[in-house]
């Protein structure tokens, strides 16, 4: 009896806990929009109506004042009336509603369309649908509109009279569905051959995010070059509807297999003739020069100018000149001279030039890298790591009694730059590498660097190979200064015969004429280094601008020096630059440049020539094009291409085997590609300094180590 009564009274309870919960959950699923309410105002003032309603129901209105009449009054006598009721007779049906939390949002209502004198025919399934669109409210006729079929994939924009007319072939599709859309208005669909309905859209798959994407696309400086502004006007319009197909064909961005709506759908296999604008590829995709894309690319992207991404990529981004992903990317951007992934890069950047990425966890391979924070590994030049350091050094060592390097990465992973000259008379060298390092930590105050390094070295001529490896103690002295120290071991490759008067006899080699059997003598030793270091970090990256789209002008002249027997260039370059995105600029250059040769202690012959004076300088007149890629709205980084073509022709340094003459022999190359890297600052009064490299594949002993001094002025405001 006390058992069935406990086990009554157990059922009892947790039926009245479950009825609790209903009640209470009840309460809180209703909406504040929906709760009815009793107000009774005569004459009162909007915004003291919107406070009464407000504490009558229990929650607080969220709207911008500058919308509502709140000085306008108002009259209203209702019981028990839902607080969307209410509000709708109080602002006459002109805003609408919604509700987040505690809060009701009040917006103004976005006006509608209307399509009015519509027409449809069908011809042998190829159908025709005609119109005109209008502001519902107005009755005004609606300009740019974009109005499209979403089955068959069929768009246009509506004239100047907000006319337009659509033709597809449709073999019997039961029922035309016409949507009219535009930026700032409530879309309309209406529907042919069945119930005529007019609706707002509900169809929005699952691309919240890609307004936003299309419209970095479409504000960068290389999306406004190259796509129409129709184009720019139907995302506006249709921001969230896409579609997928098997494939695509385009001849330019609009001249598509899927015409004006090939921005809204994602293709599985894409071939751009010269280039193309999709909403994405999820296969294979290929440019003659460009492809852009509006939301994401899987798997391979090949193009002959560059590949530019608003989404994610995963697979790989190939390009002979540049790869822009505005996301993220996993995988592999190989350029010949920008990457760029704005989020995160999973994977490894190649580029001949230059590569950057907000969030690195693979590799960078460039002359030059930015990350913001890395936790895999940067390989060039320099690398601005702003979670890393930067390093120079001042340092002497057993060859090289002055040397500075600039060291910058990690100290899990950095690399180094350095260069370094000894200046004892009678044994002078000169040695410019590059190196890798890793730094063990031992606390604040102390750690060990293991760096290797190779060196080109001149002890005559910069052709010997100088390798080391380093284990160097650091003490840091302050938060900027530390002293490092160690021992290095050495493998140095001399490639001459015999030892060069007044250069250093770094392999023992007899003095000339005595000769030596082996062309390549190798030395190798444990040495020393010891040397002071200044340490910092890079200050923080600035926030992209892909609203530059300028075009500037400029003239720069240049000096520095060469190769034996040309040992002093100067010319004058003038030069053409425009913006294209957000840090990247295009150029275009030409110019004229003297190659001063020195053939002191040379001995040489021009066959049919009586003259070899007129032969010893090389002019010539280069034409190239190229990028530059900006750290800040300053600092750049620039690579270029081109030909270069020889007023006269070129020596070729070319060894005879008699020991006794040293011959030149005259080459009849007047042309030669050409290719150069550089980097510079600009000023803001307009002024550039920077130091650049250039060489060419023809002319055997023609290249340039060089400063450049410009001036560049901006086209319009």
């Not at 009840?26 to 004459?43: E, H, R, Y």
């Not at 949507?179 to 209406?190: A, E, F, G, P």
């Not at 005529?196 to 994407?213: C, L, T």
């Amino acid at each position: 009896m006390i058992e069935s009564y406990y086990k009554l009274l157990r059922q009892a309870t947790l039926l009245a806990f479950m009825l609790v919960v209903f009640c209470v959950t009840g309460l809180q699923a209703q909406s504040i929009l929906s709760k009815p309410i009793s107000v009774n105002f005569k004459d009162e003032n909007l915004a003291t109506a919107l406070n009464i309603i407000s504490i009558k129901g229990g929650f607080y209105f969220s709207y911008n004042g500058g919308i509502i009449p709140k000085d306008s009054l108002v009259s209203l006598n209702a019981t028990d009336i839902p607080v969307s009721a209410i509000l709708s007779r109080l602002l006459n049906g002109k805003y609408e509603f919604g509700e987040r939390k505690n809060y009701v949002i009040i917006t103004r209502a976005l006006p509608r369309l209307a399509l009015i004198n519509t027409d449809i025919t069908n011809d042998n399934n190829m159908y025709s649908v005609s119109g005109f669109v209008i502001n519902e409210s107005t009755g005004e006729r609606m300009m740019n509109a974009s109005v499209y079929e979403k089955e068959q994939l069929v768009s246009g924009l509506t004239d100047e009279h907000g006319y337009f007319k659509l033709r597809f072939r449709a073999p019997n599709p039961g029922s035309v569905a016409i949507t009219v859309s535009k930026r700032l208005y409530v879309d309309t669909t209406m529907r042919f051959l069945q119930t005529v309905s007019v609706n707002m859209r509900n169809d929005k798959p699952g691309y919240k995010d890609a307004a936003e994407k299309g419209h970095n696309i479409e504000r960068t400086g290389l999306g406004r070059m190259f796509i129409s502004t129709r184009q720019m006007i139907q995302s506006m319009n249709i921001p969230d509807f896409f579609a997928s197909r098997p494939f695509q064909v385009s001849l330019t961005p609009g001249l598509s297999s899927h015409g004006m709506f090939s921005s809204q759908v994602i293709n599985k296999f894409s071939v751009n003739l010269l280039g193309g604008y999709t909403a994405g590829v999820n296969g294979f995709e290929i440019g003659g020069l460009f492809n852009i894309n509006k939301l994401d690319s899987k798997y391979l992207q090949l193009a002959g100018l560059f590949n530019l991404v608003g989404g994610r990529v995963t697979g790989a981004q190939i390009a002979l000149v540049d790869n822009i992903a505005l996301d993220t990317v996993r995988g592999l951007q190989f350029a010949g001279f920008i990457n760029k992934a704005e989020s995160d890069m999973h994977g490894v950047q190649l580029a001949a030039l230059y590569n950057e990425t907000h969030k690195l966890k693979g590799v960078q391979i460039g002359l030059f890298n930015t990350v913001d924070t890395s936790m895999g590994a940067s390989i060039g030049l320099i690398n601005i790591i702003r979670n890393g350091f930067y390093r120079v050094a001042f340092s002497t060592n057993d060859l090289t009694n002055t040397n500075i390097s600039l060291a910058t990465g990690t100290h899990n992973f950095y690399s180094k730059f350095q260069i370094g000259v000894n200046t004892v008379p009678n044994k002078m060298m000169y040695a410019l590498g590059l190196g890798l390092g890793h730094d063990f930590m031992f606390g604040n105050r102390f750690y060990i660097s293991t760096e290797a390094a190779i060196n080109i070295a001149n002890t005559g001529t910069f052709d010997d190979r100088w390798f080391q490896g380093k284990l160097l103690l650091n003490a840091q002295l302050s938060k900027h200064l530390s002293l490092f120290g160690g021992p290095v071991y050495n493998n140095y490759r001399h490639s001459g015969t015999w030892h060069t008067l007044g250069y250093k006899n770094v392999t023992d080699l007899p003095d000339y004429p005595d000769m030596v059997n082996n062309n390549h003598q190798t030395k190798k030793w444990i040495g020393w280094e010891a040397g002071i270091a200044i340490n910092s970090v890079f200050k923080p990256g600035e926030k992209r601008d892909y609203n530059l789209k300028d075009w500037y002008l400029g003239i720069a002249s240049i000096a520095g020096v060469g190769d034996t027997p040309y040992q002093r260039i100067l010319g004058t370059e003038l030069f053409a630059q425009r913006d294209l995105s957000g840090g990247i600029s295009g150029t275009l250059s030409t110019g004229y440049t003297n190659y001063h040769a020195n053939y002191n202690n040379f001995y040489y012959y021009l066959p049919n020539e009586q003259n070899a004076d007129q032969h010893r300088n090389f002019n010539i007149i280069p034409v190239k094009v190229g990028v530059r890629t900006y750290l800040s709205r300053k600092f750049f980084f620039a690579g270029e291409i081109g030909e270069a073509f020889g007023l006269n022709s070129t020596f070729q340094n070319t060894y005879i085997a008699d020991p006794n003459t040293n011959y030149y022999i005259i080459r009849t190359i007047h042309n030669s590609f050409l290719y150069a890297v550089s980097a510079g600052y600009s000023f803001t009064n307009g002024l550039e300094a920077g130091l650049k490299y250039e060489g060419y594949t023809n002319f055997a002993s023609v290249r340039q180590l060089a400063f450049r001094f410009g001036y560049r002025f901006k086209l319009g405001k």
